[in-house]
T-cell receptor, first 111, second 113 residues
Framework: GESVGLHLPTLSVQEGDNSIINCAYSNSASDYFIWYKQESGKGPQFIIDIRSNMDKRQGQRVTVLLNKTVKHLSLQIAATQPGDSAVYFCAESSGFQKLVFGTGTRLLVSP | GAGVSQSPSNKVTEKGKDVELRCDPISGHTALYWYRQSLGQGLEFLIYFQGNSAPDKSGLPSDRFSAERTGGSVSTLTIQRTQQEDSAVYLC???????????FGPGTRLLVL
């Protein structure tokens, strides 16, 4: 079946560092990928998404990279801030319908 | 503008009781999704609606779970004869259309004693 996984359950960085959160997916038919940020007690918050016809997309302080050859997705956060501390989920879908989520990576940012 | 809202925010119930969880999507969003998040886990898809119809119910874990959506807006997820393993956060999301970005509500935290 479909599965999306994360390599690192916890990532600890210093404020100001760049953070990279990685994600592997297994469904080669997936054509849409998305990153969410979830703070404690809140619902997931949209960060950035990317379609399979692209390999890179940039937002404000965030960049998503997609490598379809090795089925790998990454989220880069520039100049990480304490407010970036949260659990980050990648998710994928085929046909833009239901999302299949990974288990999440916790990002801890120290001041 | 207003985001997705869910009620109640927390629900504690006894095993065997029925519960109803409500989702109010963003105004104008035609697609609505229900997910479940168990402690420390990722989100598990349950069901989605396009308008009032549910093309994909594949994620509902058992026949104790059902959902409906009327008027193309509010949706209710019902769990009958709740079990302790139903304890989780139930999250609702909506999108402008099926092929658009999903935006999530704050969730309902369900605890079955």
């Amino acid at each position: 079946g479909e599965s999306v996984g994360l390599h690192l359950p916890t990532l600890s960085v210093q404020e100001g560092d760049n953070s990279i959160i990685n994600c592997a997916y297994s469904n080669s038919a997936s054509d849409y990928f998305i990153w969410y940020k979830q703070e404690s007690g809140k619902g997931p918050q949209f960060i950035i998404d990317i379609r399979s016809n692209m390999d890179k997309r940039q937002g404000q302080r965030v960049t998503v990279l997609l490598n379809k050859t090795v089925k790998h997705l990454s989220l880069q956060i520039a100049a990480t801030q304490p407010g970036d501390s949260a659990v980050y989920f990648c998710a994928e879908s085929s046909g833009f319908q239901k999302l299949v989520f990974g288990t999440g990576t916790r990002l801890l940012v120290s001041p | 503008g207003a985001g997705v809202s869910q009620s109640p925010s927390n629900k504690v119930t006894e095993k065997g009781k029925d519960v109803e969880l409500r989702c109010d999507p963003i105004s104008g969003h035609t697609a609505l999704y229900w997910y479940r998040q168990s402690l420390g886990q990722g989100l598990e898809f349950l069901i989605y609606f396009q308008g009032n119809s549910a093309p994909d119910k594949s994620g509902l874990p058992s026949d104790r779970f059902s959902a409906e959506r009327t008027g193309g807006s509010v949706s209710t997820l019902t769990i009958q004869r709740t079990q302790q393993e139903d304890s989780a956060v139930y999250l609702c999301a909506s999108s402008l259309a099926v092929h658009e970005t999903q935006y999530f509500g704050p969730g309902t935290r369900l605890l079955v004693l």
